[in-house]
């Protein structure tokens, strides 16, 4: 029996995010250079992409470059961009077949306009599509984005009195998705690297030993059904637990390390 066949789907995890990390380790230690490991990082996008569609996720969000990637070498981050580029026109026609609708979050005005040209033709040509969302985050990081919120919360002009949690989750870049039930990390880290930290207040981690490149559709699989095998308890003791709302509804609109 196959790891996908004993997936219970009465407990899919709405929402995946995925850091993923690893792809310089694993270009190095076949003594290369890191933007090979980005490049054959794409096909581990594809996997889990088909395994998250296959298991009935329907939000899957990708920490493809942090704010702090800009801080990398010039050589490497433009081919990281390139490779956005090229992977996004190669791969449009595979995401219109399989109904996979593109999004995407972060300050994405300081991409080059290559990019966030190609990226918004993607988002436009499969914003009909409603099987999976895939969201790439570019060009982001958590405190970016809480900060972004702040200042907008500021400039809309709400009274502090009137200021919830609900308010400031309708200011973050997520705004229209759910939160993340299940956040894997690959490579064998232990963090969080900045990433959607307000949303996963709630997600059950996964980590795995498993560099980004080799990452594929049982890897996947496996983190959801460790993801079943725990009690979610929301801050609360087991008999307290009750159907707990998720937050949020997705109508509107690779970590390469």
């Known amino acids: 029996m196959s790891l996908l066949d004993q997936i219970d789907q009465s407990n899919i995890p ?4 995925v850091i993923m990390d690893g792809n310089g380790r694993w270009a190095q230690s076949q003594g290369k250079e890191r933007v090979f ?3 054959n990082g794409v096909e581990s996008v594809r996997s889990t992409l088909r ?5 009935g996720v329907k939000y899957l969000t990708l920490y493809a470059f942090s704010t702090e990637n800009w801080n990398r070498p010039k050589a490497e981050v433009d081919a990281l961009m390139n490779l956005l580029v090229d992977t996004i026109i190669g791969e449009l026609d595979e995401l219109k077949k399989n109904e996979v609708r593109l999004h995407a979050i972060g300050d994405l005005a300081s991409l080059p306009d290559h ?3 190609e990226l918004h033709k993607g988002m436009a040509a499969t914003a ?3 099987k999976i969302n895939l969201i790439l985050a570019l060009s982001y990081s958590a405190r970016w984005e809480i900060l972004h919120a702040v200042k907008s919360i500021v400039n809309s002009g709400i009274k502090e009195e009137e200021i919830s949690f609900e308010t400031i989750s309708q200011h973050l870049t997520t705004k229209a998705f759910p939160d ?7 490579s064998g880290e232990h963090r969080i690297s900045n990433f959607l930290l ?5 997600a059950e981690l996964y980590f795995t030993n498993t560099l980004w490149p080799d990452f594929r559709e049982e890897d996947f699989y496996a983190a959801v059904l460790n993801y079943q095998s725990r009690e979610r308890r929301f801050g609360k ?21």
């Open 128 to 130: 009909s599509n409603n």
């Open 198 to 202: 307000w949303q996963i207040a709630y």
């Open 51 to 55: 395994a998250a569609t296959k298991a």
């Open 237 to 257: 003791t087991s008999n307290q637990i009750q159907n707990i709302p998720v937050e949020g509804d997705a109508d509107a609109s690779f970590q390469l390390t």
């Open 115 to 117: 990019c966030r040209g």
């Open 37 to 39: 490991g980005h490049a």
């Open 180 to 186: 993340p039930e299940l956040l894997i990390r690959t």
């Open 14 to 17: 709405s929402h995946v995010a």
